[in-house]
C-alpha cells in the first residue's frame, strides 16, 4: 500500500499542482484535499492520511492549529509547506509537533523525498530553516546556574535513550544514529519512540529543539 496524503493549501492552482506532482510519483497516493485548516482536520479525521502537506496561511483555522489538532489526535505525520520562512511560522510549526517544514519553492523530487522520509519517521527541515535554528541557538544567552530545572522526563531516560536525543540534537538521522551507537536502525527507532513518550513530544523535531535547548550530548 502507498503513502497516503492529504493535501491542505487555500490556492487552488498550488494545491493541484501539489496534488499532480504527488499522484506521479511512485508509491504516493492523495487521498483528500483542502482549503483551510478547518477542513484538513475534517478530511484527516475522516480518511487518516500517513502525511498532510500543510500550508501555514489559511482563513479560519490556520495551519499551525491544524498541525496541533492533527498531532494531538495522532492522525498522521503533519509537513509544513511554506512560501514563508518566517521565523514565527517555523518554531510554532515544529513546537506544534510538525515532522518537517519546507518551502513552496523546493523542487518536486525533494517534495517527494521529503513525504517519504516523514513518513518513515524522520524529521525534515529545509537548508533555509536549519541554519536558522542553528543561529537561534547560537544566539541565545546561555543558561544561568539558577536557571529552570531540565525538562520533565529527562531523568527517566536510561544512558542509551539519551545518547539517542543527543543525536536527534544534532539533526541525525535513524541510519545515521545506527553508525554513530553500533545499533541496528530498528533499534533506534524504537529508541527514538520511547525517548518520545518519556518526553511527551510529539515529533523527533521537538525532541531535536529539547536536546539543544538542554543542553544535551554525548
Known amino acids: 500500500m502507498g503513502i497516503r496524503v492529504l493535501v491542505a493549501d487555500d490556492h487552488g492552482a498550488i494545491r493541484a499542482g501539489l496534488v499532480m506532482i504527488l499522484n506521479n510519483a511512485e508509491g504516493i497516493e492523495v487521498v483528500g484535499e483542502a482549503a483551510d485548516g478547518a477542513t484538513a482536520i475534517r478530511q484527516a479525521t475522516a480518511l487518516r492520511p500517513d502525511v498532510t502537506l500543510m500550508d501555514v496561511r489559511m482563513p479560519g483555522v490556520d495551519g499551525i492549529a491544524a498541525t496541533r489538532e492533527l498531532v494531538a489526535a495522532e492522525l498522521g505525520q503533519v509537513l509544513v509547506l511554506t ?16 515532522a518537517g517544514f519546507l518551502l513552496k519553492s523546493v523542487e518536486a523530487p525533494r517534495l517527494v523525498e521529503a513525504i517519504r522520509l516523514v513518513h518513515a519517521g524522520e524529521g525534515v ?9 542553528i543561529s537561534a541557538f547560537a544566539t541565545a544567552e546561555p543558561p544561568r546556574p539558577a536557571g529552570p530545572p531540565e525538562p520533565a522526563g529527562l531523568a527517566e531516560l536510561t544512558d542509551r535513550e539519551r545518547e539517542v536525543l543527543a543525536c536527534l540534537g544534532e539533526g541525525l538521522s535513524n541510519a545515521q544514529i545506527a553508525s554513530r551507537l553500533y545499533i541496528g536502525e530498528t533499534t533506534v ?18 525532541a531535536a529543539i529539547l536536546a539543544q535547548e538542554a543542553g544535551v550530548s554525548r
Open 83 to 98: 512560501t514563508f520562512d518566517l521565523d514565527e511560522y517555523v518554531f510554532a510549526a515544529l513546537r506544534a509537533g510538525a
Open 125 to 133: 527541515l529545509a537548508p533555509q530553516i536549519t541554519r536558522k535554528l
Open 189 to 206: 527507532k524504537t529508541h527514538v519512540s520511547r525517548v518520545l513518550t518519556k518526553l511527551d513530544l510529539r515529533s523527533r523535531v521537538q
